[in-house]
C-alpha cells in the first residue's frame, strides 16, 4: 500500500540536543510538508518541499531543519534553537501543483516531548 | 493569525443529529477548501473538499456548504454517529502555492450514543 511512514511514533528531548524525525513516502509525490500541531491551534506550516534538493520556510520554521536528498525522503530535525518543541509532528506530501486533485496525504505523526 | 477561523472550539450531538462546524476567512484568493478528519493519535485524512464556483457538495453524510460572498463555508454531518466522533479541521489554499494549506483551529466533535 502506498502512503507516508513517520518514525518514531514518540521521541523525547533532552534540553540542548537535536533529533530528527523521519518522513518517508512511497507515493512518487513531488511535493512534500511538516506541519506542527499543538492543542487549540490546529495545524501550522514549518517547511515544505517542492522537489529535490529545494525546500522553502513556511510559517514557523525557526529553530528547524530540513533536507530533500531524494524524492521520497524529508527528515524533519528540531534542533536546541527550538525553544518550545513538544508538540505532534505531521509529515503531508501531493502530487503537486494540482493538490486539487487529491489533497493532503498524511503521515501518523511523531510526537516529541521534551524532558 | 489565523487566516482561517474555525467555530466552535468543540462540539457535542446525540446519535443520529446533525453536527456543523463553521469557517471563516479573509484571504479572496483562497480557491480550495478542504475538510480533514483527525482521530486520536494519526494523521488527518481527507474528507470532502469544495471550490467556489459551486455552493454545495454532498458525499454520503458530509456536506459542504459555500458562501462566497460571507467567505464563509462550513461542513453538516448529518446522522452523526460515534464513529464520528474526532476533530475536524477546515483549510483553504491557493492554485499554484504548491499545496500550502492555511488550517482552522479544529474541532472536536462528541457523538453521544
Known amino acids: 500500500d502506498g502512503g507516508i511512514t513517520q518514525s518514531p511514533k514518540y521521541l523525547f528531548r533532552k534540553e540542548g540536543q537535536n533529533v530528527t524525525l523521519s518522513c518517508e513516502q512511497n507515493?512518487?509525490?513531488?511535493?512534500m510538508y511538516w506541519y506542527r500541531q499543538d492543542p487549540g491551534q490546529g495545524l501550522r506550516l514549518i517547511y515544505y518541499?517542492?522537489?529535490?534538493?529545494?525546500?522553502q520556510k513556511g510559517d514557523i520554521a525557526e529553530g528547524y531543519s530540513v533536507s530533500r536528498e531524494k524524492k521520497e525522503s524529508f527528515p524533519l530535525t528540531v534542533t536546541s534553537a527550538q525553544k518550545n518543541p513538544t508538540a505532534f509532528y505531521l509529515c503531508?506530501?501531493?502530487?503537486?501543483?494540482?493538490?486539487?486533485?487529491?489533497?493532503?496525504?498524511f503521515g501518523s505523526g511523531t510526537r516529541l516531548t521534551v524532558v | 493569525q489565523q487566516q482561517v477561523k474555525q467555530s466552535p472550539q468543540s462540539l457535542i450531538v446525540q446519535k443520529g443529529g446533525i453536527s456543523i462546524i463553521n469557517c471563516a476567512y479573509e484571504?479572496?484568493?483562497?480557491?480550495?477548501f478542504p475538510w480533514y478528519q483527525q482521530f486520536p493519535g494519526k494523521g488527518p485524512a481527507l474528507l470532502i473538499a469544495?471550490?467556489?464556483?459551486?455552493s454545495e457538495k454532498k458525499e454520503g453524510r458530509f456536506t459542504i456548504s459555500f458562501n462566497k460572498s460571507a467567505k464563509q463555508f462550513s461542513l453538516h454531518i448529518m446522522d452523526s454517529q460515534p464513529g464520528d466522533s474526532a476533530t475536524y479541521f477546515c483549510?483553504?489554499?491557493?492554485?499554484?502555492?504548491?499545496?500550502?494549506?492555511?488550517f482552522g483551529a479544529g474541532t472536536q466533535v462528541v457523538v453521544t450514543p
Open positions: 483549510a483553504a489554499s491557493i492554485e499554484g502555492s504548491w499545496g500550502k494549506l492555511q
Open positions: 518541499s517542492q522537489i529535490v534538493n529545494d525546500f
Open positions: 484571504n479572496t484568493a483562497f480557491d480550495y
Open positions: 507515493l512518487n509525490h513531488d511535493a
Open positions: 503531508a506530501s501531493t502530487p503537486g501543483q494540482g493538490v486539487q486533485r487529491g489533497g493532503y496525504t
Open positions: 469544495i471550490r467556489p464556483d459551486v
